[in-house]
């Protein structure tokens, strides 16, 4: 009967570790989370709202990723003006990298 009882207190132990872990987790989520307030959040709520914050962050990423690549175009751009106005000034400058993003 002691190694019953003893597998028993080891289940209730690791089951309880599993409950207090899933409830710290919950716990992060919701200090994450904007405009939640922890104390009135159900679990599917709370899982509901993470999903949709995840969404927009994702939007949100997509969105600087285009500002970033057309910010990179409007660089090479730029150069290739510059570039453009220091041939015209020094002739010498003609054998220059060909960046041509026109075409």
């Not at 089951?15 to 872990?21: A, G, I, P």
């Amino acid at each position: 009967m002691l190694g019953f009882e003893r597998r028993h207190t080891n289940h209730k132990n690791a089951e309880q570790k599993r409950r207090d872990s899933l409830k710290m987790c919950f716990q992060n989520l919701r200090d994450r989370i904007p405009d939640v307030d922890p104390k009135l959040v159900s679990k599917i709520y709370l899982l509901g709202r993470v999903n949709a914050h995840i969404d927009t962050l994702a939007l949100v990423n997509q969105r600087l990723v285009k500002a970033l690549q057309a910010l990179g175009v409007m660089r090479m751009r730029l150069w290739q003006v510059q570039w453009r106005r220091l041939q015209s000034l020094d002739p010498c400058l003609s054998d220059g990298p060909d960046m041509d993003l026109d075409s």
